[in-house]
């Protein structure tokens, strides 16, 4: 019987590596063209639905849980994260310590929590161009914490998504008369929140910990202090109660939390496959997309400052971005160019050794 089980448990797992596999030749047996557009459009129907219904909660008489959609983000990465690093992956082993995580914790849970929480008080395309501008605090960042230089172009750009933050704020000003403060501080925080992120991560995969785990055990740390502080401002309570009252919003949530590792698993897929320069690009016409459709979906009024300052935002962004990339690629091409002898190689090292000594004569 125990033999049965065992044969039959190698047949289901052989069985799933080769529908892995099938499901992998496909995607590649199409045309790289084909593949990018039906990841791009793919990304854009996930992520457009997505902030679609991020948008219609907030819309919603009554809702005042801007910091609940940040967790129930957190719960669909936490899910998500798990169920690739456990049953794909076959992940088993953690790398860092976990004592390295409680900081990478603590940002993500500042970072989801007050970016939702600023849409009680700012409109939707406000946060996203916020959201979107941590170049110049993360480069800062990033010199203190890894003692990383940047270019001048680097920061120049930088100084552009800033110029371009400012119209839109300006275009807030002018259409609402006046803008709340509260707004602005928190989504300035969470954005600030979100710059120290990715140079925390950087530590961490200097410990050798994998994507996977970074994410899975920062989200679940997160989640787990989420879930406290909600608890004990009583938004957890409350918002169950909101959702009970009507089943709809309760399918609306689980879909919400769906979308939104869907989304990011399509955009990752995009990179993997096209590199960063497309990601970035298909990235930035995301964003861009997301507020058209934030304006043709849910009215508002217009300024053209609005179209200006993103153009300059997103613009920045793209550019900043390529400059990075041309500097990896120039680093690693003068890596490749450097002659790397191992230990076995005797006879290019004693080469080496002579023609180095026989220049010295």
Known sequence: ???????????NHRDGKILDRANEDFIDSLPKSVQLVLLTVGMFVFFGAHNLLQEAFIKLPGFE??????????????????????????????????????????CLLTSAGLSNMSLNYINFPTKVVFRSCKILP??????????????PSEYFFGMIVCLGLILFTVADMQLAMKLNPIGIILVSLSVVADSIIPNVQEKLFNHGSSR????????????????????VSGDLISFYTF????????????????????????FLQIVKRFGAVTGVLTAAARKVMSLILSFLIFPKEFSWF?????????????????????????????????????INDNKKLKEVLNENTDSKI
């Open 65 to 106: 849980f801007g910091v609940m959609l940040g967790y129930m983000e957190v719960i669909g990465v936490s899910m998500g994260s798990y169920i690739e690093r456990t049953y794909v992956a076959k992940e088993t082993e953690r790398k860092a310590p976990l004592s390295a995580y409680p900081l990478l914790s603590f």
């Open 138 to 151: 993360t480069m800062m960042i990033s010199t203190i914490m890894n003692k990383r230089v940047f270019s």
């Open 243 to 266: 959702m009970l009252s009507d089943s709809i919003l309760v399918i609306y949530a689980s879909v919400y939390i769906f979308l939104s590792y869907v989304a990011i698993s399509l």
């Open 212 to 231: 996977l785990e970074v994410t899975w055990y920062s989200n679940i740390f997160t989640l787990i202090a989420m879930t406290f502080s909600t608890f």
């Open 1 to 11: 019987m125990n033999e049965r089980n065992v044969i039959r448990a190698g047949s």
């Open 306 to 342: 609005y179209v200006w300052g993103s153009s300059l935002v997103f613009g920045g962004l793209v550019a900043t971005s390529i400059i990075k990339i041309n500097k990896k690629l120039s680093r690693s091409e003068n890596e490749e160019k450097i002659p790397v002898y191992t």
